[in-house]
């Protein structure tokens, strides 16, 4: 898998970087505390491992990073 080009390391990144905007977005109105702790714990996961990609060590990982440390 690490063997990707640069259009889809672009939509991994992307994909990664809609996790970082929902979790600095915060929680959504109407949205239970209990929905929103499962949906940042889903997304700060999703971020840990795409910062451990091989692939990914070549994109900015700053705000990955710091959403998963603001969410942890």
Do not use: Y
């Not at 889903?42 to 959403?67: C, S, T, W, Y």
């Amino acid at each position: 898998m690490d063997d990707l080009t640069p259009e889809q390391i672009a939509q991994h990144f992307s994909a990664a970087m809609d996790s970082v905007n929902l979790l600095n977005a915060g929680k959504p109105e109407g949205m239970s505390d209990a929905d929103w702790s499962d949906c940042k714990q889903r997304n700060v996961d999703h971020l840990k491992i795409m910062v451990a990609k091989e692939f990914m060590q070549g994109q900015d990982l700053a705000p990955l990073n710091a959403a998963i440390s603001s969410n942890q």
